[in-house]
């Protein structure tokens, strides 16, 4: 697609991967709604990327928010226009066993709310988003358009993670369905499955977490975020991408 002059909403805007996209996407000449939860690192968004002006407009939201996510699709609308690429990045990190004994021999079940939390971050998000987004686009009777969702490569499923990779297999089914769906109103959905990354959310694993991990990775590194750009750029100059999850992992087998 012609991204220059298009209409794009990230989500997860604020740091990470998330702040890397939007920075390419200004770079190459979009419109810009950075979306994030956290308002502190939407005010240091705005201050670092000023000489961009109305081109980046600042949307705190909680994404797994029905109502915030329709009155914040109607605030960008009016402000920048009906969106031509949606990003659902926004993503959160539970991490813990189904079930476990700890060292005094109590029985410890992985909480409801930490499992609820993690799967309406990241599974009912996208769809709230991306609903809004359809939605929108078919009003004004506008085709084509891209949802983009981020998933990861541990949606095969990882010790430990039962929320995450869940919610996150969830998003790729959901990526191949849309696909199916859209298509017939031009509308590309795809997804990209990152490895371990070089994020803020990395760096809260302990260190022999993370060398369990690259060991497990070829090439023995983490993916830098610009690295993870470079799929999402592939995925918005290609039209003919569809329906997919690219994997982005340096050939990582975690399973």
């Known amino acids: 697609m012609k991204w220059k002059n298009a209409i794009a909403i990230v989500t997860g805007a604020g740091s990470g991967i998330g702040h890397c996209f939007v920075e390419q996407l200004l770079r190459g000449g979009c419109r810009v709604a950075a979306v994030d939860k956290n308002t502190n690192r939407l005010e240091m968004l705005a201050r670092e990327y000023t000489e961009h002006g109305d081109a980046l407009q600042l949307q705190p939201l909680d994404v797994a928010n029905e109502a915030s996510v329709r009155s914040a699709f109607a605030y960008l609308t009016a402000h920048l226009g009906v969106p031509d690429i949606l990003v659902n990045n926004a993503g959160v990190l539970r991490d813990g066993l189904l079930v476990q004994r700890d060292d005094e021999g109590y029985v410890r079940k992985l909480p409801t709310a930490q499992w609820r939390s993690v799967v309406e971050t990241n599974l009912t998000g996208p769809f709230l988003l991306s609903r809004e987004f359809v939605a929108r686009r078919l009003e004004t009777g506008i085709q084509g358009g891209l949802i983009v969702n981020i998933s990861s490569v541990t949606s095969a499923g990882n010790p430990g993670q ?45 260190s022999a977490e993370r060398e369990d991990l690259l060991a497990q990775i070829p090439l023995r590194r983490m993916a830098t975020v610009k690295e993870i750009w470079l799929g999402l750029r592939f995925a918005l100059e290609c039209d003919y991408f569809n329906g997919r999850v690219l994997a982005i992992d340096g050939g990582a087998s975690f399973n």
């Open 162 to 206: 039962s929320s995450y990779a869940a919610s996150k297999a969830g998003l790729d089914a959901l990526t191949r369905t849309w696909a199916l769906e859209l298509a017939f109103h031009g509308i590309r959905v795809i997804g990209i499955a990152p490895g371990l990354t070089d994020t803020p959310m990395a760096a809260t694993l302990r």
